[in-house]
């Protein structure tokens, strides 16, 4: 079985045993797998410096193109398609009128190629597609505890549904709150962006959460910041006594740099 290319799962699992300390014999013995194919994994690992905890948050297409290099996943016809559409991916995705992401995007593509590529390596594809054509100068990376903050605000779109006795269609407000260790979101959607229903929508994020983080960060609108400040921002009453009530502080993000980009 020795060399045979497996799943990146399977690769994922013997990181994760790795990191737990065992040994490349007892990681085959768990799996298992032969003690080689084991050896095989962790060579790349040892002899590039890689760091496993940085390797199990990578997504599996970027994953096995670092263990398997000349994957045909990267030389099939699939790719070559791709590459054809990548400016109209670009274009739709630089337009921010369009409100184009990256879903739907990919249900376009699947549409018309239904035998292309799944949306996770859809999205790797993008990404160092897109990255490599930047002349990328300088990156910012942001480091988060995990349950230390939570982001929120409201979407820009609004959504709407039809009110089934009057047949009216009554627009709401999406209120959106992020995890940034995780990325974990939850949204749900109230009448308006007042700060009754703000402060109502945490409340619901809270209880979804079923926890409440010492942290709450959000953008710079009135419902949470009556006055916008980079050293001293005023704070709504409502946000703040809800803060004391429940043992988070409010530290709004910065006003020249809005929590999430397009």
Partial sequence: MAGIVKKMSLIKQVLQLKQQGESNRAIARKLPINKETVNGYMQPVN?????????????????????????????????????????????????????????????????????GYGKSQFYEHLKQNLVAQKDITTVLSQSYIAGEKLMVDFAGDKLSYIDLETGEVVKVEVFIGCMPYSDYIYVTCVPSQRTEDFIFAIRMCLEHLGGVPPIITPDNLKAAV????????????????????????????????PITSS
């Fill in 226 to 257: 009556v006055k916008a400040d980079r050293h001293e921002p005023k704070i709504n009453d409502a946000l703040h006594d809800m803060g004391n009530h429940y043992g988070f502080v409010v530290l709004p993000c910065d006003p020249t740099s």
């Fill in 47 to 115: 002899a590039n410096g890689w760091q496993i905890d940085s390797l199990l948050k990578i997504e599996a297409p970027e994953l096995e193109r670092m263990f398997h290099v000349g994957s045909p996943a990267y030389t099939d016809n699939r790719m070559e398609e791709f590459l054809r559409l990548l400016p109209y991916f670009r274009e739709q995705l630089s337009n921010r009128k369009l409100h184009v992401t990256r879903q739907l995007l990919w249900e376009e593509y699947r549409q018309t190629h239904p035998d």
